[in-house]
């Protein structure tokens, strides 16, 4: 098996039909498997005959992360494709996935993210997260930006879990995605591993994906709510306590200001 595409579904059961005909309609020469980690209550159908499709009744949402390595034990393709149910590839095909990993010194590789207006996503992609990226981030010099210009060279440092290919056997040699984050940042977790063991992070423009986004969680307190957990746990993972410190300082400092 030449690849093995995850998909968590967690309250997107009505974007996976049009998500699983982009995958066939995209994927030409390669064998591949499409395995859809099921964290609703409700048990998921799929009305279509796909054979290459299966369903893993997971039924709790235990997170994304935690889904994505459920994904990964029953995933028999030498690449894993991570996924997100709200994606349509809409350009290239997935062939080219297979043939950027030729390339030894590349860990991880990502299709191109575009929006509905087909622009690139912001944050779907960036440099290393540190505090003092942070800082510039909040008065708005944002680094980042320049790797989602069309004509980027530059390699990022992280790319979005939306979208996501690694090797099966280095994805297990890292240990997979750290669980302990339940949603945001297990995807630049991931990367910062990648690299620290001198692998590259590569962007494959020839693939585009509409990533619908958001279309999951639509409680906007609770997403920040996540979203700073996730935030805390990868300073504290990754950098020294005073970082930790200093950003939590920061980050109630700015919600005064806004308040």
């Not at 994927?27 to 498997?33: G, K, V």
């Not at 942070?134 to 979005?160: C, F, H, M, R, Y």
């Not at 935030?231 to 806004?258: A, I, M, W």
Request: net charge neutral; charged share 20%; aromatic share 10%.
């Amino acid at each position: 098996m030449d690849i093995s595409i995850i998909i968590v579904n967690f309250k997107s059961r009505n974007y996976l039909t049009n998500c699983i005909k982009s995958i066939h309609k995209n994927t030409i020469a390669a064998s591949y498997e499409i395995l859809i980690v099921n964290n609703d209550i409700e048990k998921l159908t799929i009305p279509e005959n796909n054979e290459q499709l299966k369903i893993i009744e997971h039924n709790k949402n235990t997170g994304f992360a935690c889904a994505c390595n459920l994904g990964a034990k029953y995933a028999n393709g030498k690449i894993l494709l991570f996924l997100n149910p709200d994606t349509e590839i809409i350009s290239g095909n997935l062939d080219y996935l297979i043939s950027a990993f030729s390339d030894q010194s590349i860990g991880i590789v990502s299709p191109r993210l575009l929006t509905d207006k087909k622009n690139i996503q912001e944050w779907s992609s960036g440099y290393n997260i540190t505090l003092f990226e942070i800082i510039l981030n909040n008065i708005g010099l944002i680094q980042s930006k320049e790797l989602w210009q069309e004509n980027a060279t530059k390699k990022p440092d992280w790319v979005s879990g939306a979208s996501l290919a690694i090797a099966n056997d280095l994805f297990k040699k890292v240990g997979g995605f750290d669980e302990n984050f339940f949603m945001y940042f297990e995807d630049v977790d991931l990367c910062k591993r990648i690299t620290e063991i001198d692998l590259g992070i590569e962007i494959i423009p020839s693939i585009e994906i509409l990533h619908l986004g958001g279309k999951s969680f639509s409680d906007s307190i609770m997403q920040k709510k996540l979203y700073y957990s996730s935030q805390d746990y990868y300073f504290k993972k990754h950098y020294p306590p005073l970082s930790l410190r200093t950003l939590q300082l920061l980050r109630n400092t700015v919600s005064l200001f806004k308040k």
